[in-house]
C-alpha cells in the first residue's frame, strides 16, 4: 500500500474520533511501515473545519477542541511540507487541488490523496476515496534490510529546517554546518581535530597522502573488508599486504600482524567491522614496537567503543563514512577524519582542498574531498539521536543472540562475538553459517533479506589478484557470513519473523 496523504476534510472526518475503524486503519498502516500524511498547507482549512464542528456541538472552547483533535492525528499521521512550487498553480481552476497533488508526486509516484471532495475525486489518481482506500488490503511489508524511513521521520522537523537553512544561506561549499559538524564530532570522538570530508574512501586515500604514502611502500591491512580499504592504498602507489583476521571477529588479528611488517612498511590499516573495533590496543602495541602509524578504518564503527574509547580516537589517523546506512548516515556520500596531530590535521585539510593553504595558493597536490553543507546539516541532525539509537541497536542485537541461541551449532552457525572490552556499534549483526548462499536463497524466498559483507576476499579481487596463502581464516569466512536485516528501529515483530524462517530453512 503506498502513501496517503489525507486531504482537509477527510483528516477533520478522522479527527473528530467518531471514526475508530479509520484511526485503526491509519494506525496499522504506521504500524506496518506506511506513512500517513496530513498536507501542511491545510493545516488551517483543517483547523477551521474542526472549530465549525466543534461549535455546531456547543463545546465550551472551540479553539482547544480542534487543535486538540487536530493533534490527535499526529499520533498517526505526519506533516508533509508545503513547498513553493504548491503555491504556483494558480493557473489550475482548483489551486488547492493542484497544489496537493504537486505535493503527493514528491512523496512518490503510487502516492494516494484520499478525499471526499466530490471535485478532487472527479480528477482520479492519486485522490481516490475514503472507502476505496481502506478496501484496499494491506500489501505485505517487504522486510528492508536497512529502513532509513522511520528514522527520517523521528527527525523530519529539524532535518527540513536544517537543510532550507542551508538553501537560503547558499554557503553549499564549506557553509557554517562544516565547522559545526566538525567541532560536533571532535567532542563526541575526544579528539582535537575532525575535518569533514566527501567520502570514508576520501578519508582513507587523504590519510594515506598525508602520512606520505607511495611507490615503494607496503601497508599492513585486512583482505576481509570493503575494497576502499586496500584500493586506496594501491591508489597511492604502495602495496597492500594482508595479514589474516581473528575468525570469531573478521578483525586483523594482532598476532598475524607482525610478521606481516617488513622494512618497507609504512602504516598499519585495520578495519573496525560490522561496528566492531578491532583490538586496537594489541595492533597499537605492535605499531609502536616499529614506530609504525596507524590509520583506523572505521567506517562501520561509528560509535563503538573500545576500552572507554571512542572509535575513530584510537589510532594516528580514524577515518569514518557516514554512507547512508552506516550507524551514522548521511543523505549521500559523506566521511570524516579524526587525529589529535595538529600537523597531521592542517596537511589533511589541505589535501581534501586541492593543496590549498590559502586562496589559490597549493603548496601539494590534493584532491577535491570536501563534504558539502547539505550532508552536514543531515549529520548534525542525526548526530543528536546517535546514542539513543546505539542503544537501541545493542538492545535488538541481544534480542537476535538470545532468539538465535538455540540455533548455533546447527550448520555450523555462530553468532556475532565481540571482545570483552568492545563495545559494537552494531552497524551489521553478522552471523556465521555453512551452506550460506543457499540458505538465503531460500530466506530471500520467504521475503527475508540478508547481505554478505563480504564474498571474496581482496587479494582474489580481479582489481588484486595477489597469491595469498596465509588468511585461512579470512577465506573461510567470505563464505559463512550472513547479515540480518537490522537497524534502530526494527519492530520486535520483524525481528521474530526473520529467526522464525531462519530456524525454518535450519530445519
Ligand atoms: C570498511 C569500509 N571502508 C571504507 C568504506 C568506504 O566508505 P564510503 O562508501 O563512504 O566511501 C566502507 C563503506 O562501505 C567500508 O565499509
Redo the contacts with the bound molecule.
Sequence with gaps: MPDVILDAAVAVAVGRAHNPEIRDWLVRRRKAGHRNWLYVAQQSEMLRLLVLEAEKENTSNPGAAARDQLASLQQSCLWLAALAEDGDTLSDPDPVAAGLTRAASRVGNDTRIVTDNPGHLERGLPFISLDSAVAEALAACPIPLVDLRAQQDRLRAGLERSLHRVLHHGKFIQGPEIHALEAALAEYVGVEHCIGVS????A?LIALMALEIGPGDEVVTTPF??I??AEMIALVGATAVFADVDPRTGNLDAARLEPAITRRTRAILP?S?YGQCADMTQINQVAQKHQLPVIE?A??SFGALHRGMKSCALSTIGCT???PAKPLGAYG?A?AIFTSDADLARIMRELLNHGQDGHYHHVRLGVNGRMDSMQAAVLREKLSVLDDELTQRQFLADRYSELLQELTGRAGLSLPFVLAENRSAWAQYTIQINHRDRLRQRLLEAGIPSAVHYPMVLFRQPAFQQSVSNCPHSVSLATKVMSLPLHPYLAATTQHTVVEHLKRVLG
Aim: aromatic share 16%; net charge negative; hydrophobic share 40%.
Design positions: 567520502s570514508g574512501t576520501d582513507l573488508s570493503f576502499a580499504t578495519v567491522l578504518d567506517a562501520q563514512s557516514f554512507f556520500d566521511g
